[in-house]
């Protein structure tokens, strides 16, 4: 048996245990339909409980076991969900009571039970730890357990000054939900995002939940295996962080860069350089658009992968969702899925159902008498004698002329100002309870 507190592994093991990592986060971001710079280890476990069968209980020592309990004037307490301490973090979580010597040792356990995996979690633990340790259980569920025909328990020792001791044939399992752990508590590209925009580390530790000691050790590994700094220099790297030498991100800024600038060169399956409108920042998908289909605007500025990491805004903006023909999927008035491709109406509401440009104000109107009256003509009219093309869903303005849409006239979308708007104003909210959330938590020594 060896002592096991944390491992330095070599670098081709950790690239081996990132490019699994970075698999299942494309996984989970596909799934759940949001950038892996987005995720959090909330959508992590949503992932895991939405998508396989696996149950989780909450346990810690009985009270009554505890002298200084004596005093309470029962025999017997149940095991029930109202002694779990934090509940929001795992639905539908059950409780158990084990014997303190138990507790005093155990984190977490992983027991595979038939078709169904059972996840013990200590929550008599500092929050930051549970974390890490339900993440670090379900990478045994899914990197040891799923798939395995051989039923394997898996335990995680408590850590105090020593994380305990593991047999040689465990340490493998464990360096790898170690790491792999710490990584999808902190994926790449939010440990990059950070580092580019400068953040201090107790707010790295904030925004990614982590402790200081796990932070610690994530950057460090991040320095010595994907920036191929020695030793000396990755830890010096992590002590100016910690010691708020801000200096320091100069040089980081200038290392992640040139690592980008390598992948991009290297691989397509990045994201790739392309424009994005800098007046309502939306990134169109059509290459040498002579306006923003969005706000009609002709400013632009280059987008790419340096620009994801540093999270310049990017909007999504309402849509309505069309087949390949042009034709809604439902009608976005009366919500009718009987539509056909020919049909210029919707059958039922008479709504014009298709995204097309309307041309210029001379194209609106129709001049009916000598005397200078005019009447509006028809949707499909304008339409007809405009730029002639089915435009995305979501475009409020033809891209070639920058004119008004037919789904914007009939205000099928929204307002790109008040949509950009009240993501602005979400954001603040989101900032206000980031500053506010800001806690002491207890440190603790984590093995990644």
């Excluded at 979580?93 to 014997?99: N, V």
């Excluded at 138990?102 to 995996?117: A, F, L, N, W, Y």
């Excluded at 792999?180 to 950070?194: D, Q, R």
């Excluded at 939940?209 to 050790?217: D, G, K, P, R, T």
Aim: with cysteine; glycine share 4%; net charge negative.
């Amino acid at each position: 048996m060896k002592k096991f507190e944390y491992r330095h592994v070599f670098t081709k093991e950790y690239n081996f245990y990132l490019e699994k990592a970075n698999e299942l986060l494309n996984t989970i971001s596909f799934d759940l339909s949001k950038d892996i710079i987005d995720l959090s280890y909330q959508d992590i476990i949503c992932y895991f409980q939405s998508n396989y069968n696996i149950h989780f209980a909450f346990f810690e020592a009985n009270p009554l076991e505890f002298p200084e309990n004596n005093s309470w004037e029962v025999d017997k307490v149940e095991n029930d969900q109202s002694w779990i301490k934090h509940k929001n973090l795992i639905s539908n979580a059950s409780f158990e009571f084990l014997d303190n010597e138990i507790v005093e040792r155990i984190s977490g356990i992983t027991i595979p039970h038939g078709d169904r995996t059972l996840i013990f979690i200590n929550q008599d633990r500092p929050f930051r730890r549970i974390i890490f340790t339900i993440l670090h259980e379900l990478c045994h569920y899914y990197f040891h357990i799923r798939n395995n025909s051989k039923a394997l328990i898996f335990t995680s020792l408590n850590s105090e000054q020593l994380e305990g001791k593991y047999s040689d044939e465990l340490i493998p399992f464990e360096n790898e939900a170690n790491i792999i752990g710490s990584i999808l508590f902190c994926p790449t590209e939010k440990l990059e995002h950070m580092l580019l925009c400068s953040y201090n580390f107790k707010d790295m530790c904030r925004y990614t939940q982590m402790s200081e000691s796990a932070m610690h050790n994530r950057l460090l590994n991040y320095f010595k295996h994907i920036l191929h700094l020695n030793n000396q220099n990755a830890l010096n790297f992590v002590l100016k962080i910690r010691n708020g030498q801000s200096h320091i991100y100069g040089p980081i800024n200038y290392k992640i860069s040139a690592k980008l600038q390598n992948q991009e060169k290297a691989s397509t399956n990045l994201y790739s350089t392309n424009i994005i409108c800098e007046i309502c920042h939306f990134k169109p998908n059509e290459i040498g658009s002579k306006f923003c289909p969005i706000c009609a605007s002709k400013k632009t500025k280059l987008y790419n992968t340096l620009s994801y990491l540093k999270k310049e805004k990017v909007m999504k903006y309402s849509i309505v969702k069309t087949n390949s023909q042009g034709t809604p999927l439902d009608c976005p008035k009366c919500g009718t899925d009987n539509l056909e491709d020919n049909f210029n109406y919707c059958p039922y509401c008479a709504l014009f159902i298709h995204n097309m440009c309307l041309g210029s104000n001379d194209n609106r109107f129709i001049e009916t008498s000598n005397f200078g009256d005019y009447e509006e003509k028809s949707i499909y009219e304008q339409a007809s004698s405009a730029c002639g093309e089915y435009l995305d869903g979501g475009y409020r303005y033809c891209p070639k002329c920058g004119n008004e849409t037919s789904f914007l006239r009939q205000k099928l979308l929204k307002n790109w100002e008040e949509e950009l708007s009240a993501l602005e104003a979400s954001k603040k909210e989101k900032d206000l309870f980031f500053i506010e959330e800001d806690i002491d938590i207890p440190n603790e020594d984590l093995p990644f």
